[in-house]
């Protein structure tokens, strides 16, 4: 059963991937209701005309954990999207919680629910020290900036590269990733986590006092 419902996440994903709201008809209930981050209300159609206003460029369901109540089972996993929406970048990883009834033999969507963005989690000083060695550390500063200085081990990864570049410099998503920028002020590092979410990356952290804070703590650089 729970196999039939993965089926369907998938199918789902697929349709919001490509815009194909042709599949809404067997995805989704009549009555379906549609809830945005925002808190935005949609019914099944009005779910459907997004697209024609919205592009996914990338779009995957992570995670899905499923419980069964007889009929019903609800889903919640994380949203992981690439997106334009009326010419702005809506890209971004979201909480969503799935609604999935259960009718003659198949299932279908009945409510969907989003929250977030999700942020990425923070690493102290101290706990970076010591992590060190055991996580991947990037500097989220452009070339000249890390190559005048950066944390011991990082490596050098922009937001503007991340697309072009990330899956050589970083092959797997999954692995513990520390980012940091300037210091708390500098968007660059939260623009990367930004980036490297809608690429997938699952495992990040932002040191937010930056590169700074860690050279006046006379903490060792690298030139």
Known sequence: MTNEIRDLITRWADAERTGDTSAYDTLLTPDFTGIGPVGFVLTAQQWAARHTDLTNHHFEILDP?????????????????????????????????LLLVRSTDRWTIANLHLSGPLRPATISRAELQAAIGKVTIVDALPAPAYERRHLPTALNLTAEDAPAKAAALLPDRTAPIVIYSTDPTCTRAPDLATALTTLGYQNLRLYTEGIEAWSTANLPLEP
């Open 65 to 97: 954990h499923i419980r069964l109540y007889g009929d019903a089972a609800i889903v919640t996993a994380v949203q992981n999207q690439r997106t334009t929406a009326r010419g702005h970048d809506a890209s971004g990883s979201f909480r969503v919680t």
